[in-house]
């Protein structure tokens, strides 16, 4: 521009020039039309050297246009029907915002593989409702009522079986064993479902702590019909320090190992065997495989709950029953505690009477040693009495013998032995 702007200039000098000679001879009209002449055919230059500029700026964005143009349809191609080409995934992956393409892969499905694939998950899935907000809930029983915001209609059909977590990431447990995080607050039945709203059902009765937990959660929820499924491929392509920050202590060893080398010890059912060309092999063909690799256990959550539910129910009927039995032991340790009481009070008595029997024994045994000292001192007195009865007799009969008289039969011996003689 600003040399198309100095030729003009320089071109001019010229024409003026010209211009002060031919006003000499010329009519000043013919001057002016030279003049307008040469200056229109300058402007004319100028306005195609414009129209080229500006059409090869145009013509170059337009070609520029048309090779991102190319670009866009054929990574709109690949997205649509899948591409093997290099050089589109590494475009795709690269882009703004960028499609989600493994590192390694060689190849990218088509959206109708996609899709397919996203029904077979959401089949296998089953319906989800999230940003579920609570509207009120039953301290006594756990019933609770809810609000779908989305999809309208909410779809949710009534006597459904769903599983409700709260909606957030998950945490371990603190310290001192108290839940983190989003938790998982149990199995309900839909009760009645009209519109976006439901009125959920505890399936099984709930404790004190469930009823607490269930009070205290303000939202939102997700609702699963389905129990979520435990899959390798969530947890595949976390570190170390996440497996450890998301899995318990006592399980993140078998998050960790799986997909390495198994060990000797470990149990067949945990071992994948692999042929030379990292082909799996059928569980019977084991001996025979290359290579083994270490695979953990995947966990129905639906029976462990359950089965978890039915452990806390037993455990809460033992509790019970612990309880029923600690209150009859009580009673009869209170019963035992009066029993033991009234005893005591017995046995003082008894002691009293006791003491009271031991007094009338000495006095007995007083009186008893008086009475055979007195027994002692009359068969004392009365054999001295028979001795001298005995006596009394023999003179008697000595007497009679020698006044003639008839000796009369001897009087009988004891203490009436006096009063016989005549």
Known sequence: MQTILIISLVLLIPAAVL???AARTWHWGHVLVVLGIYASTIWFFWL????????????????????????VKGRNEALAKGTEDPSIIAQ???????????????????????????????????????????AGIDPQTGAVQVNIPSP????????????????????LPAADGRPQGAQYLGEFRVSEAAGQQATLQPGLPMDEFE???????????????TMPADRHEVFADMSEEELKQKVPP??????????????PDDPPERQVGLDENGVRLPPDQLAKAAKKIYQRRLRDYATEFDESTRRRIVMVAEI????????RLLASLDSANKLQTFRKGEIQRLNTDLAGIGKERQAIERHLTQVGQQLARVRELLDAALKRNSELAAQLATRQLRSGRAVSPAPPAGPLALGTVN
Request: proline share 7%; aromatic share 8%.
């Open 320 to 327: 019970e029953a612990v309880k029923k039995d600690i209150e």
């Open 152 to 171: 309208v209609p909410a779809g949710i059909k009534p006597e459904t079986v769903v599983f409700v977590f709260e909606e957030g990431p998950a945490q």
């Open 48 to 71: 195609a050297y414009e129209t080229l500029r500006i059409n090869a700026i145009y013509r170059s964005q337009i070609n520029q246009l048309d090779r991102e143009l190319a670009n």
């Open 19 to 21: 211009a002060y000679f």
């Open 250 to 263: 006592q399980s993140v060893e078998e998050y960790l190992r799986h997909g390495k080398a198994a060990g």
């Open 92 to 134: 795709l992956r690269n882009d703004e915002p960028p499609v989600l393409v493994a590192e390694d892969a060689e190849s990218m499905p088509s959206l109708a593989d996609l899709d397919h694939q996203l029904l077979l998950a959401t089949r296998v899935r089953g319906p989800v409702w999230r940003q579920v907000a609570p």
């Open 211 to 225: 009823r607490a937990r269930l009070g205290a959660s303000r939202g939102p929820w997700v609702i699963y019909e």
